[in-house]
């Protein structure tokens, strides 16, 4: 009887030691963003999941450095206090469409996709982020009709 109360400890003490272990691991990685994107990085990433064709490669070094996503770090990007605010990707020959998930960069100011070939509709989403400034969409293959929303935000300098 004593044998089996001595093991059932010395099992739930290694439980307990493991369960304290993946704890730890997943503060640190929490805090230092060590597996995962925030939701702007994901947006990101949706981007360039629609591009079909990169001629210039553009858009190759938007993945993990060093085993983490860093997508303050990736060509095109700047951000401030480590929200995305500006999107410069003009004249590249981008091909592709543009998604929803532009809607999630809630602190862009600027988004510049001028002289690519993008398809398709302009994303409602993107008449939704208060903070835009600059929209230049100039030089691409869009059709159907501009979003109401692009025309109702008193912010926007450049349309």
Known sequence: MVVNKNRKFVRLRQEFSVVVV???LFFLCQSS??????EEGLALL???EKVVNDPFGALSGWKKVDGKFDHCSWFGIQCSNGKVIVVNLKDFCLEGTLGPE???LAHIKSINLRNN???GKIPEEIGELKELEVLDLRC???SGLIPPQLGT????TIL
Do not use: A, K, Q
């Open 46 to 48: 949706g981007l360039r």
């Open 102 to 104: 532009l809607g999630n």
């Open 140 to 142: 691409n293959n869009f």
């Open 117 to 119: 070939s993008f398809t």
């Open 22 to 24: 993946v704890l730890l």
């Open 153 to 156: 935000s008193l912010s926007r």
């Open 33 to 38: 963003g060590c597996w995962s994107l925030n």
